[in-house]
């Protein structure tokens, strides 16, 4: 069984540098629509039996234009587990003024989550965020057989599938952050954790 991520198109907001989170949401860039048809056209053959997107805006509209380009009709499942990890009374805000204020518990959310404490800007925590995205996409591999494709975020995807390959909390950015559009495989043949890690943040296909 294949199980399929990808991040969402790139948006305003990732352009201007400003968080947006699991409640923040901007539009996207008029460029990542073609970003968006060359993902769809690279997955056109594969027959999914569901698409599990966030139900955000810009998750929701990359799982639409996906859905567009494929062979085989796929229903789209909005689940609001799938939304980007809550940074609190961050979203909205310049991450360089942020770093400012918060520069070393934003280094953590971007290197070291095991340290990471959002507490100071009523954000998630590392240990919320795995168990509400995981939780969802347990739900779908119990139910489901053939390949999913699951449409999300940048670091509650990122961490998610790395924690869904047996790493540690310590290390799941020891790889990077996904790239808005990338695709990312995990494979499991009993349905059992730890999955393998097949591919990840591949984006050759927007070339």
Known sequence: MQLYFTRHGKTEWNQARRFQGMNGD???LPTSYEQIRLLGEHLKEIPFEAIYSSPLKRARETAQGIQQELFHPTEIIYKDGLREMGYGEL???????MYQLYGNDLTNLR????????????GETTEEMLQRVSSVIFEAVAIHDGPLLFVGHGASFTATVQY??????????????LLNNSLTILETVDKQTPYHLSQWNDVRFLA
Do not use: C, T, W
Request: charged content about 30%; glycine content about 8%; cysteine-free.
């Open 26 to 28: 901007s539009p996207l």
């Open 91 to 97: 979203e909205g805000q310049s991450i360089d003024d």
């Open 111 to 122: 290197h070291h989550l095991d340290r990471y404490d959002p507490s100071a800007f009523n």
């Open 164 to 177: 869904l390959a047996g790493k540690k909390v310590s290390e799941l950015k020891a790889m990077g952050n």
